[in-house]
């Protein structure tokens, strides 16, 4: 059971918005800045979005992410297919431990 | 830009030993805290282990804690796990991964991964 809670799944049509929750508590999202992973089938994670709300270089302004309190949320706008993937939310926790979502399976309709 | 790649998975009994590798490649390795973090098949990512980047402090997830052990060389710009004591639910891919800014879960750079397989 992961300590950081995503929904399982998330769906949308080309061209929609979509968003993906991450709750966790105030000695891990609350406290510390929250990461987002997109993995690939048979591949390893790419950093999506660190900080909170901040994009790596060659990352498309499609996805943003945002944090208020305990909870963070991934959001992608203009949906394509080649955004099917698996997405997860990580954060530090202050029992010195690393935290992870159990990952949301975006499916593109 | 940074490499890293993972090696020394395999099948071992359960009970048994294993120690994965990672070498690092096109960056300071050296002035990075590293990571493990892991993936049974058809799961979700979990975080194993980290080492500051002089390897003088070591974090464990509590499902690994007293069996593995994370290890650096920065002679070699290599980072370890020794896996002992293993078990069934050990089995998946590991990854190794740099993180861009201490203590704060920022991946920017993973290897592909090597394959444990824990079974009798």
């Known amino acids: 059971q992961s300590v950081l809670t995503q929904p399982p799944s998330a769906s949308g049509t080309p061209g929609q918005r979509v968003a993906i929750s991450c709750s966790g508590s105030s000695s891990n999202v609350g406290n510390n800045a929250v990461n987002w992973y997109q993995q690939f089938p048979g591949t390893a994670p790419k950093l999506l979005i660190y900080?909170?709300?901040q994009r790596p270089a060659g990352v498309s302004d499609r996805f943003s992410g945002s944090k208020s309190g305990t909870s963070a949320s991934l959001a992608i706008s203009g949906l394509q297919s080649e955004d099917e993937a698996d997405y997860y939310c990580?954060?530090?926790?202050?029992?010195?431990?690393?935290?992870f979502g159990g990952g949301t399976k975006l499916t593109v309709l | 830009q940074g490499q890293l790649v993972e090696s020394g998975g395999d099948v071992v009994q359960p009970g048994g030993s294993l120690r994965l590798s990672c070498v690092s490649s096109?960056?300071?390795?050296?002035?990075?805290?590293m990571h493990w973090v892991r993936q049974a098949p058809g799961k979700g990512l979990e975080w194993v282990a980290d080492i500051w980047f002089d390897g003088s402090k070591k974090y464990y997830a509590d499902s690994v804690k007293g069996r593995f052990t994370i290890s650096r060389d920065n002679l070699k710009d290599t980072l370890y796990l020794q896996m002992n004591r293993l078990r069934a639910e050990d089995t998946g891919f590991y990854y190794c991964?740099?993180?861009?800014?201490?203590?704060?879960?920022?991946?920017?750079?993973w290897g592909q991964g090597t394959l444990v397989a824990v079974s009798s």
């Open positions: 900080n909170n709300d």
């Open positions: 991964a740099r993180e861009a800014r201490w203590q704060q879960l920022e991946f920017d750079f």
């Open positions: 096109g960056f300071n390795f050296r002035g990075f805290a």
């Open positions: 990580a954060a530090w926790d202050d029992s010195m431990r690393g935290m």
